[in-house]
């Protein structure tokens, strides 16, 4: 079975620009998570999907994120324009039914200059 | 409001050594909790799951306790080695499709 993909693994762009990191969960999973740490902080949630649909995006830190999940599969998150304290890695998740038992993908590394 | 605590953040130890890692919680409220693990550039690994009704999960040279009540866990890794060295996360769900994070410990395990 393949794990949560993530990419890219590591994104270097500069204030102001456009960063979109794409999230491909394991098959079949209808919860998907977005989570983000950013330098020496905890792990902190951002949004969840059920299929296509937003069921909590209270973690967003502001209207420059966007997340999406067409056909409820795979999910993008955009950032735009980036600032300089969105540097930090995005983990994307996955989970099957209630249990939130959560496969974690690699993480995507962002830096903002 | 839930928060995780993990105490130390790093931790330095010759290799063969046992040490434990700790965590906490503020609010007993909880499904299941998690220790992670998490190596630099590589995502995150499920080490150890302890559902609330649980009282410790072992795998390997790991054992993980839960205390509900008094808002605890304790990661044992036996026998340390430098493979070890990582930084090790523990992690919360108390419902809400939430999960609450530790800051980490970082383990460094000297050869």
């Known amino acids: 079975e393949a794990g949560v993909t993530q990419f890219p693994s590591h994104s270097v762009i500069e204030k102001g620009q456009t960063v979109t990191l794409r999230c491909d969960p394991i098959?079949?999973?209808?919860?998907l998570y977005w989570y983000r740490r950013v330098m020496g902080k905890e792990i902190k949630f951002l949004l969840h999907?059920?299929?296509?649909?937003?069921?909590?995006e209270s973690g967003m830190p502001n209207n420059r994120f966007l997340a999406e999940r067409t056909g409820g599969t795979y999910s993008t998150l955009k950032v735009q324009p980036a600032e300089l304290e969105d540097s930090g890695v995005y983990f994307c998740?996955?989970?099957?039914?209630?249990?939130?038992?959560?496969?974690f993908g690699a993480g995507s590394r962002l830096t903002v200059l | 409001k839930q928060e995780v605590t993990q105490i130390p953040a790093a931790l330095s130890v010759p290799e063969g050594e046992n040490l434990v890692l700790n965590c906490s919680f503020t609010?007993?409220?909880?499904?299941?909790l998690q220790w992670f693990r998490q190596d630099p550039g590589k995502g995150l690994t499920s080490l150890l799951l302890?559902?609330?009704?649980?009282r410790e999960q072992t795998s390997g040279r790991l054992n993980a306790s839960l205390d509900k009540s008094s808002g605890r866990s304790t990661l044992y890794i036996a026998a340390s080695q430098p493979g070890d060295s990582a930084t090790y996360l523990c992690?919360?769900?108390?419902?809400?499709?939430?999960?609450?994070f530790g800051a980490g410990t970082r383990l460094f395990v000297k050869a």
């Open positions: 998740a996955s989970s099957q039914g209630g249990a939130n038992v959560l496969t």
């Open positions: 098959s079949g999973h209808d919860n």
């Open positions: 999907f059920v299929k296509e649909s937003k069921q909590d």
């Open positions: 609010d007993s409220a909880i499904y299941n």
């Open positions: 302890i559902q609330s009704s649980q």
């Open positions: 992690a919360v769900y108390a419902g809400g499709f939430k999960t609450i």
